[in-house]
């Protein structure tokens, strides 16, 4: 009986640990331009999969990066996700829809535990911004992510934000 009793103890003490939501970082999303900057496309020849990278360049690329909450005391439950997209230097406003989605190189990337990490074109939605001022970006975004594996489903992003000049 007592060792029944003392098992129940620790079972409990460590499911009060594993719940604390202490041990846990918050969720995360922020949502920024970045200046003199650009997308490149290279075309891995062996998996013909497209990577996506900013680098240094003449235009504005915006991004879109969310983290989900993610608790220490559990395995494998990091995920995150950026949305990148680039749009002209002396743009005021812009709107990409559908085939014009491929014109501003606009991509998901995922990356955590149970994801592969490769860059996801997007070819479906829209996204349309309005410069306020020299620092600040009205954007909307509806786009749908297509999965890249055969079998898994689309899923959406959408949101209205403005988007701040890092």
Known sequence: ???????????????TIACDPDNCDAEMKSYTVQ??????????TLS????Y????GENLVFQYHHVRAQCDNIADDEWAETLSFEVDK???????????LNLANCFVRESGAWVNGSSN????GMITGTKKNN???????????????VGGGSREIVLEEVFELE
Do not use: H
Request: charge should be negative.
């Open 135 to 149: 620092n600040d970006w009205d954007v909307e975004i509806s786009i749908v992510v297509d999965p890249l594996n």
């Open 48 to 51: 013909l999969v497209a990577n």
């Open 90 to 100: 002396n743009a005021e406003t812009f709107m990409f829809e559908d085939a014009d």
């Open 35 to 44: 200046a003199d900057k650009s997308i490149q496309i290279a075309i891995d």
């Open 121 to 124: 074109p997007i070819m479906k």
């Open 1 to 15: 009986m007592r060792y029944l009793f003392g098992c129940l103890l620790l079972s409990m003490t460590l499911l």
């Open 53 to 56: 990278q900013v680098s240094d």
